[in-house]
T-cell receptor, first 115, second 115 residues
Protein backbone atom coordinates (compact mmCIF):
# COMPACT_ATOMS: atom_id res chain seq x y z
CA UNK A 1 0.00 0.00 0.00
CA UNK A 2 1.06 3.56 -0.65
CA UNK A 3 1.19 6.20 2.02
CA UNK A 4 2.32 9.80 2.28
CA UNK A 5 2.89 11.48 5.63
CA UNK A 6 3.22 15.19 6.18
CA UNK A 7 3.85 15.41 9.88
CA UNK A 8 3.59 19.20 10.11
CA UNK A 9 -0.03 20.31 10.01
CA UNK A 10 0.71 24.02 10.25
CA UNK A 11 3.81 26.23 10.13
CA UNK A 12 3.84 29.91 10.87
CA UNK A 13 6.78 32.10 9.86
CA UNK A 14 7.58 35.76 9.49
CA UNK A 15 8.22 37.08 6.01
CA UNK A 16 11.75 36.44 4.69
CA UNK A 17 12.27 33.43 6.91
CA UNK A 18 12.96 30.07 5.29
CA UNK A 19 10.48 27.26 5.78
CA UNK A 20 10.93 23.54 5.16
CA UNK A 21 8.02 21.17 4.67
CA UNK A 22 8.59 17.50 5.36
CA UNK A 23 7.19 14.65 3.30
CA UNK A 24 7.78 10.97 3.99
CA UNK A 25 6.39 8.32 1.68
CA UNK A 26 5.93 4.56 1.75
CA UNK A 27 5.83 2.26 -1.23
CA UNK A 28 7.20 -1.12 -2.24
CA UNK A 29 7.25 -0.16 -5.87
CA UNK A 30 10.64 0.65 -7.39
CA UNK A 31 9.14 3.00 -9.98
CA UNK A 32 7.18 5.90 -8.61
CA UNK A 33 6.65 9.63 -8.92
CA UNK A 34 6.53 12.26 -6.22
CA UNK A 35 4.74 15.58 -6.47
CA UNK A 36 4.20 18.81 -4.61
CA UNK A 37 1.06 20.88 -5.06
CA UNK A 38 0.12 24.26 -3.64
CA UNK A 39 -3.45 25.09 -2.67
CA UNK A 40 -3.83 28.85 -2.08
CA UNK A 41 -6.83 30.27 -0.21
CA UNK A 42 -8.72 30.47 -3.52
CA UNK A 43 -8.83 26.67 -3.46
CA UNK A 44 -7.36 25.52 -6.75
CA UNK A 45 -4.47 23.07 -6.93
CA UNK A 46 -1.26 24.38 -8.41
CA UNK A 47 1.31 21.86 -9.60
CA UNK A 48 4.83 22.67 -8.36
CA UNK A 49 7.09 19.75 -9.16
CA UNK A 50 7.29 16.11 -10.19
CA UNK A 51 10.24 13.87 -9.39
CA UNK A 52 10.63 10.26 -10.52
CA UNK A 53 12.23 7.57 -8.39
CA UNK A 54 15.28 7.27 -10.63
CA UNK A 55 16.28 10.89 -10.35
CA UNK A 56 17.62 11.84 -6.96
CA UNK A 57 19.01 15.17 -8.03
CA UNK A 58 17.83 18.02 -5.91
CA UNK A 59 16.09 20.80 -7.73
CA UNK A 60 15.88 24.53 -7.31
CA UNK A 61 13.32 26.78 -8.93
CA UNK A 62 13.57 30.37 -7.83
CA UNK A 63 12.87 30.48 -4.10
CA UNK A 64 11.70 26.85 -4.09
CA UNK A 65 13.96 23.85 -3.65
CA UNK A 66 13.36 20.16 -3.17
CA UNK A 67 15.48 17.53 -1.44
CA UNK A 68 14.76 13.96 -2.52
CA UNK A 69 16.40 11.22 -0.44
CA UNK A 70 15.46 7.63 -1.29
CA UNK A 71 17.45 6.31 1.67
CA UNK A 72 15.03 7.97 4.06
CA UNK A 73 11.99 7.94 1.73
CA UNK A 74 11.70 11.69 2.02
CA UNK A 75 10.94 14.48 -0.44
CA UNK A 76 11.21 17.72 1.47
CA UNK A 77 10.35 21.16 0.15
CA UNK A 78 11.98 24.43 1.19
CA UNK A 79 10.77 27.94 0.54
CA UNK A 80 13.59 30.44 0.88
CA UNK A 81 12.91 34.01 1.93
CA UNK A 82 9.20 33.38 2.32
CA UNK A 83 6.63 35.93 1.18
CA UNK A 84 3.04 36.52 2.20
CA UNK A 85 1.90 35.10 -1.16
CA UNK A 86 3.41 31.77 -0.14
CA UNK A 87 0.65 31.37 2.44
CA UNK A 88 -1.20 28.24 1.35
CA UNK A 89 -1.67 24.57 2.04
CA UNK A 90 1.01 22.41 0.45
CA UNK A 91 0.42 18.79 -0.46
CA UNK A 92 2.93 16.09 -1.18
CA UNK A 93 1.68 13.22 -3.36
CA UNK A 94 2.84 9.84 -4.64
CA UNK A 95 1.97 7.88 -7.75
CA UNK A 96 3.17 4.32 -8.36
CA UNK A 97 2.84 1.79 -11.13
CA UNK A 98 1.44 -0.79 -8.74
CA UNK A 99 -1.37 1.51 -7.67
CA UNK A 100 -2.32 2.44 -11.20
CA UNK A 101 -2.45 6.11 -11.94
CA UNK A 102 -4.09 7.46 -8.88
CA UNK A 103 -2.33 10.00 -6.70
CA UNK A 104 -1.99 9.35 -2.99
CA UNK A 105 -1.86 12.65 -1.10
CA UNK A 106 -0.47 13.54 2.28
CA UNK A 107 -2.64 15.43 4.70
CA UNK A 108 -1.12 18.77 3.76
CA UNK A 109 0.84 21.43 5.62
CA UNK A 110 -0.66 24.85 6.08
CA UNK A 111 1.94 27.59 5.78
CA UNK A 112 1.15 31.01 7.16
CA UNK A 113 3.59 33.76 6.31
CA UNK A 114 3.12 36.88 8.40
CA UNK A 115 4.28 40.27 7.18
CA UNK B 1 -5.70 25.52 -24.89
CA UNK B 2 -8.27 25.51 -22.15
CA UNK B 3 -7.49 23.66 -18.97
CA UNK B 4 -9.67 21.20 -17.13
CA UNK B 5 -13.11 22.69 -16.62
CA UNK B 6 -15.44 21.87 -13.79
CA UNK B 7 -18.93 23.08 -13.21
CA UNK B 8 -20.56 24.24 -11.22
CA UNK B 9 -17.86 25.78 -9.06
CA UNK B 10 -20.20 25.90 -6.10
CA UNK B 11 -23.23 23.70 -5.54
CA UNK B 12 -25.68 23.79 -2.66
CA UNK B 13 -28.03 20.88 -2.13
CA UNK B 14 -30.44 19.95 0.63
CA UNK B 15 -30.22 16.56 2.25
CA UNK B 16 -31.81 13.92 0.08
CA UNK B 17 -31.33 15.75 -3.22
CA UNK B 18 -29.05 14.69 -6.04
CA UNK B 19 -25.78 16.39 -6.94
CA UNK B 20 -24.27 16.25 -10.43
CA UNK B 21 -20.73 17.44 -10.90
CA UNK B 22 -19.29 17.88 -14.36
CA UNK B 23 -15.73 17.71 -15.60
CA UNK B 24 -14.51 18.52 -19.09
CA UNK B 25 -10.95 17.27 -19.56
CA UNK B 26 -8.27 19.13 -21.41
CA UNK B 27 -8.35 18.81 -25.17
CA UNK B 28 -6.78 15.56 -26.24
CA UNK B 29 -7.11 13.96 -22.80
CA UNK B 30 -9.07 10.73 -22.58
CA UNK B 31 -8.49 9.85 -18.93
CA UNK B 32 -10.29 11.43 -16.01
CA UNK B 33 -9.77 11.09 -12.27
CA UNK B 34 -12.02 12.32 -9.45
CA UNK B 35 -10.72 13.20 -6.00
CA UNK B 36 -12.55 14.39 -2.90
CA UNK B 37 -11.22 16.80 -0.32
CA UNK B 38 -13.11 16.81 2.95
CA UNK B 39 -12.76 19.94 5.10
CA UNK B 40 -9.28 20.31 6.56
CA UNK B 41 -8.08 17.11 4.92
CA UNK B 42 -5.99 16.05 1.95
CA UNK B 43 -7.36 14.81 -1.32
CA UNK B 44 -8.56 11.23 -1.58
CA UNK B 45 -8.84 9.32 -4.84
CA UNK B 46 -12.35 8.27 -5.80
CA UNK B 47 -12.46 6.95 -9.35
CA UNK B 48 -10.46 6.74 -12.57
CA UNK B 49 -12.26 6.61 -15.91
CA UNK B 50 -11.44 6.32 -19.55
CA UNK B 51 -13.96 7.10 -22.26
CA UNK B 52 -16.91 4.73 -21.66
CA UNK B 53 -14.94 2.69 -19.11
CA UNK B 54 -14.40 2.72 -15.37
CA UNK B 55 -10.79 1.70 -14.82
CA UNK B 56 -10.54 1.94 -11.02
CA UNK B 57 -13.32 2.81 -8.61
CA UNK B 58 -11.62 1.57 -5.48
CA UNK B 59 -12.03 4.91 -3.73
CA UNK B 60 -15.70 5.39 -4.50
CA UNK B 61 -18.25 4.88 -1.71
CA UNK B 62 -20.31 1.79 -2.50
CA UNK B 63 -23.66 3.50 -2.23
CA UNK B 64 -25.12 6.69 -3.66
CA UNK B 65 -22.04 7.58 -5.73
CA UNK B 66 -21.56 6.87 -9.41
CA UNK B 67 -19.38 8.21 -12.20
CA UNK B 68 -19.39 8.07 -15.95
CA UNK B 69 -17.35 9.38 -18.83
CA UNK B 70 -19.38 8.99 -22.01
CA UNK B 71 -18.01 8.91 -25.52
CA UNK B 72 -19.27 12.44 -26.02
CA UNK B 73 -19.52 15.10 -23.35
CA UNK B 74 -18.08 15.66 -19.91
CA UNK B 75 -17.45 13.20 -17.14
CA UNK B 76 -20.19 13.23 -14.52
CA UNK B 77 -19.88 12.44 -10.83
CA UNK B 78 -23.32 11.79 -9.44
CA UNK B 79 -24.23 11.70 -5.77
CA UNK B 80 -27.73 10.56 -4.95
CA UNK B 81 -29.58 11.41 -1.74
CA UNK B 82 -26.83 13.65 -0.46
CA UNK B 83 -26.03 13.81 3.25
CA UNK B 84 -24.13 16.45 5.22
CA UNK B 85 -21.01 14.30 5.18
CA UNK B 86 -20.85 14.67 1.40
CA UNK B 87 -19.98 18.36 1.81
CA UNK B 88 -16.51 18.65 0.33
CA UNK B 89 -14.50 19.94 -2.60
CA UNK B 90 -14.50 17.57 -5.54
CA UNK B 91 -11.58 17.84 -7.91
CA UNK B 92 -11.30 16.40 -11.36
CA UNK B 93 -8.00 15.77 -13.13
CA UNK B 94 -7.28 14.63 -16.65
CA UNK B 95 -4.35 13.08 -18.45
CA UNK B 96 -3.49 12.35 -22.05
CA UNK B 97 -2.82 8.67 -21.56
CA UNK B 98 -3.08 6.26 -18.67
CA UNK B 99 0.65 5.64 -18.51
CA UNK B 100 2.11 6.65 -15.21
CA UNK B 101 4.43 9.24 -16.67
CA UNK B 102 1.65 11.38 -18.07
CA UNK B 103 0.73 14.31 -15.88
CA UNK B 104 -2.62 14.78 -14.27
CA UNK B 105 -3.92 18.32 -14.64
CA UNK B 106 -6.44 19.45 -12.07
CA UNK B 107 -9.56 21.50 -12.51
CA UNK B 108 -10.58 24.28 -10.11
CA UNK B 109 -12.87 21.99 -8.14
CA UNK B 110 -16.56 22.00 -7.25
CA UNK B 111 -17.44 22.92 -3.69
CA UNK B 112 -20.51 20.98 -2.61
CA UNK B 113 -22.40 22.15 0.43
CA UNK B 114 -25.23 20.02 1.79
CA UNK B 115 -27.65 21.86 4.04
Amino acid sequence: AQKVTQAQTEISVVEKEDVTLDCVYETRDTTYYLFWYKQPPSGELVFLIRRNSFDEQNEISGRYSWNFQKSTSSFNFTITASQVVDSAVYFCALRTQAAGNKLTFGGGTRVLVKP
Amino acid sequence: NAGVMQNPRHLVRRRGQEARLRCSPMKGHSHVYWYRQLPEEGLKFMVYLQKENIIDESGMPKERFSAEFPKEGPSILRIQQVVRGDSAAYFCASSRMGQDHYEQYFGPGTRLTVT
